[in-house]
């Protein structure tokens, strides 16, 4: 599965809030024995934002905000959640 959110970000002192519930979304599926990697999806043009040069600026969910797969679903399962994920400035160029 790859989540894609765009939309605004700025700098909060060494931090990059993001907010999913104020930014366009998309959804790529694909059966769970199809393994794919980042540079597959890239390879075949799946993301709009996933291109093999970059492909090295990206990074997994819990590297990028410390929060685990599971704990993002518990968390924005609920229609009416503000919550808004935080990522360190210098994880990113």
């Known amino acids: 599965m790859l989540v894609e959110y765009i939309g ?7 931090l990059i809030p993001i907010c999913p519930q104020r930014a366009s979304g998309a959804l790529w599926l694909w059966p769970p024995e199809r393994k794919m990697t ?7 043009g799946v993301g709009g934002s996933v ?10 969910l819990e590297e990028a905000t410390g929060m685990s797969v599971k704990q993002f679903y518990q968390t924005f399962v609920q229609p009416t959640n503000q919550t808004c994920l935080e990522t360190p400035v210098d994880m990113w160029p």
Do not use: C, K, T
């Open 38 to 44: 980042l540079e597959d999806i890239a390879r075949i």
């Open 51 to 60: 291109s093999m040069d970059g492909v090295s600026d990206f990074h997994s």
């Open 8 to 14: 605004f970000a700025y700098r909060r002192d060494n």
